[in-house]
């Protein structure tokens, strides 16, 4: 007998039926509760272990979320990759709330890839070559069409098309203590069944397998321990008509947790790590290509007062109180000067009278945000300067959180605490000898 399948049913049931308990079980804005709720009818289970249980959720794979002129923001990223040709071709835009960029995962999966980073989805290393030698030849191929006519042509990237349309995906670990601790293993289905309208929910028939961290791979937990093989997405997005995982998008979020990562276990990360690292970091320098002396992509501005129906603030302009051309920050030093909180290295200037403005929750002003949007479409600027400052503006300074620090912090504040005797911390009696 096969168990009660909420996810299936509730996934596509009319919205009366799931109105109610929707809304009292989620807290998630209404752009979020939508793509769920796609997710829910379109993967139907966790990208990673197969797992259908009713409390999966939406991982954003670009997340641009802040509180602060967040539709601005928002706008003006989805304009950026939108120009970039980084959407399916029948979406016509990139929507970050859009299921091309996002998988869903268990909670606590989720917290691990999305906030912690202690692991991260590559291409297998195959697969990664052939989209880079692809991304390659279609830049070349633009830098032609555009010495050829000296207009605008558009990039000719076509992401439905081989190799970038459904590689196959490697799970890289880099915390493997924080993901899975103490051998911890973790179950992943060998086979998945999806619920179709129409059709009966599946029986219960789906083989598991357990896993467990060796290094920076999953092995398998009986001999010989071989690895975790790449896997190919499965999900049948096809039948609602929603587009594939955007294979670029999750590139991007690939190469900002290896970033992070090697940045500050650089010296200890294995080969593997290494080389992933370094070929995920080439990818994003030609997902950011621009031919030389491109005129400025479509200005950004005017593809968010297009995309806004002609409606835009006045905090959306490019033009601002002390900003000077001259002073462009330098992505790289910037990002080091943001975090330290020094601005300094690279910063604009601004007139003295001017109040300072607040940093975002990514640690980015507007101004800053406004200086990277422009820097992300520079053509003066070489395309690792340009992916630079892409990379600044889709994550800001933000860094995924130590996996280890929380535990120890809670320690030593138990351990300082005063307690009953002479001395704070715990204090085992005979009964725990």
Known sequence: MSPPDDVFTRALAPPSETEESDSELSPEVPAQKELRTKLLACDQRSFLTGSAVADLQAAHIINAVQKSNYQMRKMRVEALLSQLRLHHPSQGWFLLDGPSNAILLEPGLRFQWDTYGTFCFEPAEPDAKAILHAMRQSNQDWRKRYEATRGAPVRPLDTTAPPFDHPHWDVVILHPHALLPDGQPILISQTRTFHLPGQPVPECGLSWKGWIPSIDRLCSMSEPHESFPPFTAQDVRKHFSCPSISTLAMITNAHWKLKHFMEKHGASATPRVQSTAALMSDLVTEIFYVPPGYPAIISIDTAVRDRSGGRQSATASTHYPGARRTTMLDPSDEASALASGSRSSGAPHFEASEAPE??????????????????????????????????????????????????TQAIEALTNMPGDGDSGGYQPDQSDN
Do not use: K
Not at 381 to 395: E, G, H, T, V
């Open 358 to 407: 607040e940093e975002d929750e990514d640690g980015v002003t507007n101004t800053e945000f406004r200086l990277l949007s422009t820097q992300a479409q520079d053509p003066a600027l070489d395309s690792r300067q340009r992916a630079n400052a892409a990379m600044m503006m889709l994550f800001g300074t933000r860094r995924p959180a130590n996996p280890y620090v929380e535990r």
